[in-house]
Structures are given as C-alpha cells and as structure tokens.
T-cell receptor, first 111, second 115 residues
C-alpha cells in the first residue's frame, strides 16, 4: 500500500520568510497530488492540485512542485503571515478519485 | 459555491447507541461522497466511498455493518455509527466530489464522543 510522509510534524517560521513543506510517497504513482489546509476542529480546505505531467503550480503566495522521479512534492508559502498558521496536508490520488492523506505538518508563523 | 455541510457538528452519546451523521452538498450535485475519520494529531483516513444509488465501497479494516452508509440522493449521504463504543470517538469528515477538476470539497466535520 502507498505510504505518504510529510517531512516534519511541526514547523516554526518567522513572519515574512518562505515556508517549505515536503511530502514524500512510496509504492505508488499518483495521477495527481493535492495540498490542503486544515484548521483545528475544521475540515480540510483545498489549496492546489498538481498533475503528474506538471512540474510546478502557483497560486498567489503558494507554489507546489511535483517530482515523480523522486516521488516528492514541495509546498512553498512565500512572505508567510501569522494567518498562514495551520496544518497542511498533502493528498495523493488513489484511483477512482479516492484521496490518501499524509500525516500533515503543523505550521506556525511567528510574528 | 461548492459548500458541504455536516450535521451535527458535535455529538455525545452513550456506549451502545447509534449515531447518524449527515453530509450535504448545498450548491452542487455529487455522485460520489467520501467519509473520513481523523483521530487526534493524525491524518484523515478514508473509510468509505459512497456512490449515489449504489452500495458504498469500504476501505480495508472498516466494518461495513458498523459504519452504515446511505447515499440517498445526489446531495445527501449519511453515515450511521451503530452500537457506538468509546473507541469510535473521533472526528468524522465527509467530502463531496462534483465530478470536475478532481476536487473534493470537505465538510466541517463532526466530533463524536462516545461515553
């Protein structure tokens, strides 16, 4: 079965810096990968989707890369703000539009 | 647009009782809905895929007789936790697939506490 790991359980970063989160996976080749934001006690909110034939995708201050050789996706938040503090989840397409989620990284942006 | 609601948001029940959780897509139709469970500080675990008008597909290790899923219409799926026990206490989240762009829209979740 597929295994999805996110680089660290928690990441603290100073306001204004770029936060970089990592998602590594094994035993699978997903057609696409997604990143979600989850606030405490809430459901995930979709941020970005990147397909296997895409190297990079951007949306405002967010950038996602997808390296199918390394089986890795990087998620960047530039000019980070305290409001960006949340848990970020990567999710892999698992066939039939199923999603399998990583363990999440709790990001804290320090003012 | 693309709003998914869940009801109730929070429920506390006694061991042995059954609890029904509703998931509704408010402004779109969803032929497929998904049910997830999330334990504290853990990620979402897919429990089952619910297709309108057909039986749900359960992930390995999820008891279909314990977690009854009914996808009665294109905007409503329900999850019933039967004979709930304290170990079923968790955060249950549904999502709905509108069938385009490979996006799923998630509900706000239901916190179930079984005493």
């Amino acid at each position: 079965s597929q295994k999805i790991e996110q680089n660290s359980e928690a990441l603290n970063i100073q306001e204004g810096k770029t936060a970089t989160l990592t998602c590594n996976y094994t035993n699978y080749s997903p057609a696409y990968l997604q990143w979600y934001r989850q606030d405490p006690g809430r459901g995930p909110v979709f941020l970005l989707l990147i397909r296997e034939n895409e190297k990079e995708k951007r949306k405002e201050r967010l950038k996602v890369t997808f390296d199918t050789t390394l089986k890795q996706s990087l998620f960047h938040i530039t000019a980070s703000q305290p409001a960006d503090s949340a848990t970020y989840l990567c999710a892999l397409e698992g066939g039939a539009n199923n999603l399998f989620f990583g363990t999440g990284t709790r990001l804290t942006v320090i003012p | 647009g693309a709003v998914v609601s869940q009801h109730p948001s929070r429920v506390i029940c006694k061991s042995g009782t059954s609890v029904k959780i509703e998931c509704r897509s408010l402004d779109f139709q969803a032929t497929t809905m998904f049910w997830y469970r999330q334990f504290p500080k853990q990620s979402l675990m897919l429990m089952a895929t619910s297709n309108e008008g057909s039986k749900a597909t359960y992930e390995q290790g999820v008891e279909k007789d314990k977690f009854l899923i009914n996808h009665a219409s294109l905007t409503l799926s329900t999850l019933t936790v039967t004979s709930a026990h304290p170990e079923d206490s968790s955060f249950y989240i549904c999502s709905a697939d509108p069938g385009y762009h490979n996006e799923q829209f998630f509900g706000p979740g239901t916190r179930l506490t079984v005493l």
